[in-house]
């Protein structure tokens, strides 16, 4: 059974992970976005700018990645916890009611 101390660790890494996936997909849409109107204005899009909000969505992608990986183990473990909690409890009841 997972301790107070535990679950709020578990939902702050979880938040923190929510948080990391939402900022990607905002570097992601706004780099794309810029990409696009860099590509249109040929006179204001030089080289360097392109290279720049290629690299912001290049990190908005590795963001959302890893956040979605980190949130997928803390939700793992936790459903982990929960698994371990009712099996306890189911055994035990059948414990109980064969006696």
Known sequence: MLSPDQVDRLEENR????VMIFIG???IVSGCFFIL???WDRRGGT?????MFSAEVLLGLTLVTVGSIMRRM???QMDAEHCDDFEAREG????ASSH
């Open 47 to 51: 080289s360097m700018m392109e290279i």
């Open 74 to 76: 803390v939700l793992r």
């Open 37 to 39: 109107f860099l590509d």
């Open 15 to 18: 938040s923190k992970d929510t």
């Open 92 to 95: 035990a009841a059948k414990a």
């Open 25 to 27: 997909w905002f570097l």
